[in-house]
């Protein structure tokens, strides 16, 4: 598939990437992996402030404020270069499919607030409930929900990760892991000469779901449906198919 087929199809999210002419460098945001915490470190690293809401840096679409580009304000032959080329750092990051999910299931369908009113009905009605009830459905009728989804059909929010990072089109320098978010961001951040304030808090995230108790949501069975599902995050990114048990 070509990058331009890619994109017109949809499969290469062209609104998650972040360009930076004067840093050269390419970052693809994966939902669920610390892209807030990221997009606005980044946002400050081209010498940018934060919006009065700094989650604005999501849509990138204040009247008369800077942000740092998307692939599409490149044509066709640079973005082939940002993405393939040598002289562009490329980077992205992920994280443990099982937390990853768990997450997505706390941040959009258990807090009510969340405007996934309508995917919270129909799990309900796949679950077997012809009249959703007010509440969250639970986090098994979700698991099997987004299961029986063809991947490119779902929510960015629970997508795979290797489908959202597009690894047959971008050639990643760099692929970091949430789970040692701090030492790994630092990295990138020393690879293009970020200021020292910027190290600063980045071991602490912004947008992230609360933790639960301590006992796992996940059982053997639920952890295989998962697995199933997500089984080429696991093996591709090296994710052990029994990491389930350390879900909080």
Not at 60 to 79: E, T, W
Not at 159 to 170: K, M, P
Request: proline residues 7%; aromatic residues 12%.
């Amino acid at each position: 598939m070509t990058l331009a087929d890619a994109a017109e199809s949809g499969r290469l999210n062209i609104e998650d990437t972040w360009v930076s002419r004067r840093r050269r460098y390419f970052y693809m945001a994966v939902e669920k992996a610390a892209s807030s915490k990221i997009k606005m470190v980044l946002h400050q690293l081209e010498g940018y402030a934060l919006p009065a809401d700094p989650f604005d840096v999501h849509a990138r679409n204040q009247p008369g404020m800077p942000f740092v580009d998307k692939l599409s304000a490149f044509g066709a032959r640079d973005a082939a270069e940002i993405l393939r080329g040598p002289d562009w750092r490329r980077f992205a990051f992920v994280r443990n499919p099982y937390a990853r999910l768990y997450s997505a299931y706390k941040n959009k369908i258990a807090d009510l607030t969340s405007p996934y009113i309508g995917v919270r009905q129909t799990i309900w009605r796949l679950a077997g409930n012809g009249h959703p009830p007010a509440e969250a459905p639970p986090f098994d009728a979700f698991v099997r929900y987004v299961a029986q989804q063809p991947d490119p059909d779902r929510d960015g929010h629970w997508r795979s990760q290797t489908g959202a990072l597009c690894l047959d089109l971008i050639d990643y320098g760099f692929l970091g892991r949430v789970e040692s978010f701090e030492k790994d961001l630092g990295t990138v951040l020393r690879s293009l000469g970020a200021p020292e304030a910027l190290y600063d808090g980045l071991n602490v995230l912004v947008g992230a779901s609360p933790r639960t108790a301590a006992a796992t949501p996940y059982n053997a069975s639920l952890a295989q449906v998962v697995y199933e599902a997500y089984r080429a995050d696991f093996e591709t990114l090296g994710y052990a198919p029994e990491s389930w048990r350390d879900v909080p």
